[in-house]
């Protein structure tokens, strides 16, 4: 069996838990796990821009004693006319693993129908399961454990980011609020799944309007930009309505005594964020981002353990 990471909730509760430990152990000791000695080589392919997942993982399979090859789509035939059912088949005759950040999540789910290795997804347009896999550790770092734990995501609630916290939070124990405007609210769909999942792990899960009500005593405060990747020209006002949703100090003031605050970055400075908060002393961001690093190479380890050919 192959196992593939697609959404955070591919992961049940005590298989995230141990891929949280191993990175854990990685983030002391990088170089401890090899399991892509040889070198066995790993396929990383964007369709989309980025900085800390594309490296992240180049750094991060080299370190696995790996291979990385790292491919913008656009050199590929991708966008003229190979289907990514044949691509999967012909990357899994090469490669031990493919890491794909793309657009629709079809276009993923061909690729791991076909493929004869691991597929992760690197951020599609509905989920971000990498992300809140370093989210979760950096959670665990500062608190302890996650179960249990309060989390209000504030912002867009219908993109990626939202509902992988959703999927994940609930996974982890966690009691999370999801904010944002009426019209950009999460996937009903996915509120019901990571409802499911929360009466197994003694989570919770809501969706508000308010913002204020949303990090009302929270241990992290969440958000993300009002203008995910692709929706630049969707003709919709990404500012106005998000407004009131701006993680600043006030509305910092009616979060927990201890609260942290996470943003996946790239920020835009002055929207979702301010730079008093994402610059102060709450802030978790920047080892946040680190840990997209421990956290991914500990995945790969996972999924290749996990994994018969
Ligand atoms: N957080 C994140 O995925 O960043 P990149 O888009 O730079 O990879
Ligand atoms: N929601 C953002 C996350 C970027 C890491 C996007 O999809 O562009």
Redesign the pocket.
Same mark, same amino acid.
């Given at each position: 069996m192959i196992r593939h990471f697609l959404r955070d909730d591919d992961l049940t509760p005590a298989e995230q838990s141990a891929v949280l430990d191993i990175a854990a152990r990685m983030k002391t000791d990088r170089f401890a796990y090899q399991p892509l000695a040889g070198p066995r080589s790993v396929a990383v392919l964007f369709d989309? #821009?980025?900085? *800390?997942?594309?490296i992240?993982f180049d750094v991060g399979i080299a370190e696995l004693g790996g291979h990385p090859l790292v491919v913008d789509t656009q050199v590929t035939h991708f966008g003229r006319g190979e289907t990514l059912g044949d691509a999967g088949r012909v990357l899994s005759r090469y490669v031990a693993a493919i890491v794909l *950040?793309t657009h629709g999540d079809d276009r993923i789910a061909e690729v791991a129908a076909h493929a004869g290795v691991p597929v992760v997804n690197?951020?599609t347009d509905d989920y971000?399961p990498? #992300?809140l896999l370093a989210d979760l550790l950096t959670v665990r770092e500062r608190f302890g454990a996650t179960q249990g734990r309060t989390l209000a995501y504030v912002g867009d609630a219908a993109n990626n980011m939202a509902h992988s916290y959703l999927l994940a939070g609930a996974t982890a124990g966690m009691h999370v609020r999801i904010a944002g405007p009426v019209g950009f609210h999460p996937d009903p769909e996915i509120v019901a799944r990571a409802e499911k999942i929360a009466t197994g792990t003694g989570a919770s899960v809501r969706v508000l309007v308010d913002p204020v009500d949303a990090v009302r005593g929270v241990d992290v405060v969440a958000t993300d930009t009002w203008t995910s990747?692709g929706q630049e020209d969707d003709g919709l006002d990404r500012i106005t309505p998000f407004l009131p949703y701006q993680v600043n100090d006030g509305l910092l003031a009616h979060a927990g005594p201890e609260a942290i605050v996470l943003h996946?970055?790239?920020a835009h400075r002055g929207e979702e964020i301010t730079d008093e908060v994402l610059d102060g002393p709450r802030s978790a961001v920047f080892d946040q981002?680190e840990n *997209?690093l421990h956290a991914q190479k500990a995945l790969l380890t996972f999924l290749l353990e996990a994994s018969t050919p």
């Open positions: 989309k #821009q980025s900085l *800390r997942t594309r992240s *950040r690197a951020l971000h990498c #992300q990747m996946c970055l790239p981002a *997209r």
